[in-house]
């Protein structure tokens, strides 16, 4: 089991806005970092810190936090953003044990 | 532009012991948390440990038993042994460049992992 705990699916439309949560009590503490995983590739850094993207993620990609939740927004999808996100953070226990949440399937229709 | 070049061995029979190495190019390797991470086949990411460049470690409680990672910071490199593998180790494996910090106006701290390899996959079968 994860400490880390998302919704397994998730679908938008087309050119508009979804947000894909992350909730565990580490988050109180940690920043969560939000990784974008295609099929049959490594997976890709698009969220980090308070809210930063990499060089190279589009703006449209956004994270935000509250609590024991941490969101990921995507403003407009688009069709190449279909893919498997991942959040990412230390575990609740202070020993510095990293944990994944169990990820969001995203499809965009 | 730092990358993570890995390699290893793909097919294992139970009982063996994995062994894993990832290479960093073109970046420092002292700062960091060198990572190592998971993938069985159809499932999520699981964090297996992580080393940074003196030699200290965490590892995932699940497979502390059995993994030990180690580093040699003459080559700028880093390993993964896994002993006593079964079928239930089969998946791609990952290393990352892992990175911590406090951002100090909200005093939160980050963690992130923002640079991988391509993944190894190793099948783990009699």
């Known amino acids: 089991s994860s400490e880390l705990t998302q919704d397994p699916a998730v679908s938008v439309a087309l050119g508009q806005t979804v947000r894909i949560t992350c909730q565990g009590d580490s988050l109180r503490s940690y920043y969560a970092s939000w990784y974008q995983q295609k099929p049959g590739q490594a997976p890709v850094l698009v969220i980090y810190g308070k809210n930063n993207r990499p060089s190279g993620i589009p703006d449209r990609f956004s994270g935000s936090s509250s609590g024991n939740t941490a969101s990921l927004t995507i403003t407009g999808a688009q069709a190449e953003d279909e893919a498997d996100y991942y959040c990412?953070?230390?575990?609740?226990?202070?020993?510095?044990?990293?944990?994944f949440g169990g990820g969001t399937k995203l499809t965009v229709l | 532009q730092v990358q993570l070049q890995q390699w290893g061995a793909g097919l294992l029979k139970p009982s063996e012991t994995l062994s894993l190495t990832c290479a960093v190019y073109g970046g420092s390797f002292s700062g960091y948390y060198w990572s190592w991470i998971r993938q069985p086949p159809g499932k999520g990411l699981e964090w297996i440990g992580e080393i940074n460049h003196s030699g200290s470690t965490n590892y995932n409680p699940s497979l502390k038993s059995r993994v030990t990672i180690s580093v040699d910071t003459s080559k700028n490199q880093f390993s993964l042994k896994l002993s006593s593998v079964t079928a239930a180790d089969t998946a791609v494996y990952y290393c990352?460049?892992?990175?911590?910090?406090?951002?100090?106006?909200?005093?939160?701290?980050?963690?992130?992992?923002?640079?991988w390899g391509k993944g190894t996959t190793v099948t783990v079968s009699s």
């Open positions: 990412n953070s230390r575990d609740s226990s202070g020993n510095r044990i990293g944990v």
């Open positions: 990352a460049r892992g990175c911590q910090g406090h951002h100090k106006p909200s005093g939160g701290v980050f963690y992130y992992m923002d640079v």
